[in-house]
């Protein structure tokens, strides 16, 4: 009876505690761990003994100097593997193994190729488990991420690309393989990023050698064993690991035919400066520091989870993280209180625990690089917020980070920290917003919140960003283009535009060594002779602003005839000249915010205005030239009708809606591309002129236009044209002079966006060169020549792509 009565009394306070035990936890809304198992990837791990060779001819192949690294868990700092320094030697097998297998990529045709990459989606997703927990382990990012968005994200873009490479033939006709690819990826989406670049090459009939990052090779190993379970042909996919030495002798490579390599700007730049003038094509994701704009009609608490997506997803290791808030000052205070208060709850942890938020940041160098911004920003005077918990002290973690009261100059408002750290900053109105937004180097992304829609559209078309997110973040796909302004870098992963990247027009085999125009000298007289020959100053201005401009320097060059006759002299342009003419470009936005119909009317009122003046056109041509009088009056016509060409695309080169997987609407808008530098070609004086200025304005951009520099005043002469059509003054600018010493000017001015050169092929590596402090835009020809007459070399679409950029606009519907 009493061992009854104590079970009884036992019972009551058991149940008590429980009781207890329930109401503490609706208190706390604490949980325990909930680990992810990660048997299966430490099983992959053993099936190679924790040490991997690399992927080279479809075979694991040690590496030739024998030399290894670790790699460990961020969550754990535990060992997990020994991964092969690859080096030149190795670099050099890979690339040699993919030019093996590229002739038998390309011809077993689209089809074949699409259903390897049908198989390769599918295999993907079969072992999307493994996937995800190894990229956890590897990279320290919370399984939640890597399981719901890393992968399938993956497995969606090597779908999308299995399609693309169907179409390939049908929809890309005009388009060829690159050829062989080099690809370096970064460590925050080690897998995601992998396919983003895999997927396109490889469908546009492209082999590829790719250098993961060292801190996150795993899951790039785990796919070159997927490509041998679905017989993918030997040499197509090659993974040669290492660090940033092995990434540079595959930049140098003479045999790779493309560098596709996302990282920091910085070494975005030794690329380009190490890839200039090798005709390599190029395309870089770099950097940001993207802004995270909240009008105060945002809805708030929507706009607190939006932050929680924008810099705490993926421990904030985001190249378009939303990583500077910039709040509307009546809703700043009650937004930062939200944001504290959030910040308390979100869970810290081990990747593999699924109810965590935040998991490790990728290794302890990363972590000291943020530890030392954040100390800066304190040192600097911003206000400090982080939450009152504490993070586990066995990995490498770091919390969840606010600075208020942030001066927009401060380094920590300009430096990209990579990291979970947001700086906030406030505005007053819509126009400061914009002007905080785009103050920055970068340009990858934005985010806009607000309820208005207008506001938003009005506000998406004046950030310089590649992606804008209104009243939503970080949403990717496969469909739509992703990719960088300014030192963002160049290029697009994704949508249409991202297989651009993979392809060469097939015009592009018509170029020739020589000028394809068969044209005379310009044989330079001496002054006493011109000046008898004429008895007048026949010295013709620049062109700057609209207006007729003096040079700086006041000297003049002469111009002679094939002959050697007087044709009149001209003026020499120097630095100054063309900084004037940049500034006058930049003064001016009339033009960018026309509608391309209003650009159509212009450019046909100057075809118009220049059909008028056909004879005296042509007799320049014949002047300046050796041409005959009808070859000369072909030329002019020529001219006419490639206005007309540009001002029937201008209102029909325009964007596309994707079919994204979200719910959103995602707009592609081609933009401009901003101020231009037009180097034109020596040959077809007046043609060349045209073909290269033309396709540049119907874009919208303005430009600062180096003319023929032998023969000029077709360009010269073609002002009069522009005062009488309606072009607003800044949207062309002249300045003639010594053609490579101007056009390295422009190539080295910070507030030029992008350079075209038609010229030799010094002068294009020059272009590169010079271009990478700002990261231009270059479109350069390495010394090939186009046939200017013939229209499928001369004018189009191409033209105009290389003058555009594409803005992805998301968004959201449904309530
Ligand atoms: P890094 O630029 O240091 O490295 C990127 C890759 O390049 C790595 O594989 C690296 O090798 C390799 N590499 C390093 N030096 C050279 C070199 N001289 N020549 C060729 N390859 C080289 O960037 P992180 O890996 O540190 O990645 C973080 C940066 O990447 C951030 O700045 C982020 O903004 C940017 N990023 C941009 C994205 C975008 O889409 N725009 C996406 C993701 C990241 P190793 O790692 O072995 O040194």
Redesign the pocket.
């Known amino acids: 009876m009493l061992l009854v009565v104590i079970l009884h009394h036992l019972d009551i306070q058991w149940h008590n505690i429980n009781i207890m035990k329930i109401k503490e936890i609706y208190d706390t809304m604490a949980y325990g761990p909930a680990p992810e198992n990660a048997d299966e990837a430490i099983q992959f791990l053993e099936s190679h003994k924790r040490s991997f060779k690399l992927f080279i001819n479809g075979k694991w192949t040690a590496a030739s100097s024998g030399e290894s690294f670790k790699t460990i868990n961020p969550s754990t700092k535990e060992h997990l593997a020994n991964i092969s320094e690859g080096n030149e030697a190795d670099v050099n097998k890979a690339v040699a193994a993919a030019k093996k297998a590229l002739p038998e990529w390309v011809k077993i045709g689209a089809h074949q190729r699409a259903r390897y990459l049908y198989a390769l989606a599918r295999q993907i997703q079969k072992h999307s488990r493994l996937f995800a927990v190894l990229e956890s382990l590897d990279n320290g990012k919370p399984i939640r991420e890597t399981r719901d968005i890393d992968i399938p994200i993956v497995v969606r873009h090597f779908y999308h690309h299995a399609g693309w490479a169907q179409l390939r033939d049908t929809e890309l006709k005009e388009y060829k393989e690159v050829g062989v690819i080099g690809q370096?990826?970064?460590?925050?989406?080690p897998l995601m990023?992998l396919s983003?670049k895999i997927a396109p090459a490889i469908a546009m009939g492209n082999t590829i050698v790719l250098?993961?990052?060292?801190?996150t090779s795993l899951t790039a190993l785990l796919f070159a064993e997927i490509c041998q379970q679905i017989g993918l042909p030997n040499g197509v996919v090659n993974i040669v690991t290492?660090?940033?030495?092995?990434?540079?002798?595959?930049?140098d490579h003479k045999d790779v035919n493309k560098i596709a390599?996302?990282?920091?700007?910085?070494?975005?730049k030794?690329?380009r400066r190490?890839t200039a003038g090798s005709g390599k094509k190029l395309s870089?994701?770099?950097?940001?520091k993207s802004p995270f704009i909240v009008f105060e009609d945002a809805d708030l608490d929507s706009v607190v989870e939006g932050v929680v997506d924008a810099i705490w997803f993926n421990q904030g290791?985001?190249?378009?993280a939303g990583s500077r808030l910039l709040v509307q000052e009546s809703v700043a205070d009650k937004l930062y209180k939200k944001i504290r208060a959030r910040m308390e709850t979100l869970r810290i942890g081990n990747a593999l625990d699924k109810g965590i938020d935040i998991g490790a940041i990728v290794d302890s160098v990363?972590l000291k690089v943020i530890k030392d911004l954040v100390k800066l920003g304190v040192d600097e005077g911003s206000t400090l917020n982080q939450p009152s918990w504490k993070c586990p002290t066995e990995g490498y973690f770091y919390p969840p980070t606010l600075f208020t009261d942030v001066s927009p100059s401060s380094t920590i408002a300009q430096e990209?920290i990579?990291g979970p750290v947001l700086v906030a900053m406030r505005f007053r109105s819509h126009k400061e917003a914009v002007k905080l937004a785009n103050n920055t180097r970068y340009g990858?992304a934005c985010s806009i919140w607000t309820e208005n829609i207008n506001l938003a559209l009005d506000i998406a078309p004046q950030i310089k960003a590649g992606t804008a997110w209104i009243n939503c973040t970080n949403v990717f796909d496969a469909a739509a283009g992703?990719?960088?302004y300014r030192e963002?870098?160049f290029g697009r992963?994704g949508g249409r535009e991202g297989l651009m990247e993979y392809l060469k027009p097939r015009i592009n085999d018509a170029f020739s060594d020589k000028p394809q125009i068969n044209l005379g000298k310009a044989i330079k007289a001496t002054n006493g002779q011109m000046k008898q020959q004429t008895g007048i100053d026949r010295t013709t201005k620049m062109y700057i602003g609209g207006k007729q401009a003096r040079p700086d320097g006041g000297y003049s060059t002469i111009i002679n005839s094939i002959n050697g006759t007087y044709v009149g002299e001209v003026s020499k342009g120097n630095r100054k000249d063309i900084r004037n003419a940049v500034e006058a470009a930049h003064s001016c936005n009339k033009w960018e915010n026309n509608t391309g119909h209003g650009r159509a009317q212009v450019l046909y009122y100057l075809a118009e205005n220049l059909a008028i003046r056909r004879e005296e056109f042509a007799d320049r041509l014949v002047q300046m030239t050796n041409q005959t009088k009808s070859e000369a009056t072909k030329e002019v016509d020529l001219s006419i009708e490639r206005i007309y060409t540009y001002a029937a695309l201008a209102d029909k080169y325009d964007g596309k809606v994707h079919h994204t997987i979200h719910r959103n609407v995602t707009l592609a808008m081609p933009e401009s591309i901003g101020v231009m530098g037009i180097v034109c070609p020596d040959e077809a004086p007046l043609l060349g002129f045209i073909s290269a200025v033309i396709p540049a304005i119907t874009m919208g951009n303005n430009v600062v236009v180096i003319p023929s520099e032998k023969m000029p005043f077709s360009a010269t002469d073609f002002y009069q044209i522009l005062e009488t059509s309606d072009v607003p003054g800044g949207t062309v600018n002249i300045v003639t002079g010594h053609k490579n010493e101007l056009a390295q000017v422009l190539a080295k001015h910070d507030d030029v966006d992008g350079i075209w050169y038609f010229g030799s092929k010094e002068g294009c590596k020059d272009m590169e060169l010079l271009s990478a402090d700002n990261m231009k835009r270059t479109w350069v020809n390495y010394g090939k020549y186009r046939n200017w007459q013939d229209k499928a070399q001369g004018e189009g679409e191409e033209f105009l792509k290389h003058a555009s950029q594409i803005k992805n606009i998301w968004i959201p519907y449904g309530a």
């Open positions: 370096i990826i970064p460590w925050n989406f990023m983003w250098k993961p990052a060292e801190f290492g660090h940033g030495k092995t990434g540079a002798a595959l930049v390599f996302t990282g920091s700007t910085e070494v975005g030794i690329i190490a870089l994701e770099l950097g940001g290791q985001v190249c378009c990363q990209e990579f990858l992703f990719g960088g963002s870098g992963e």
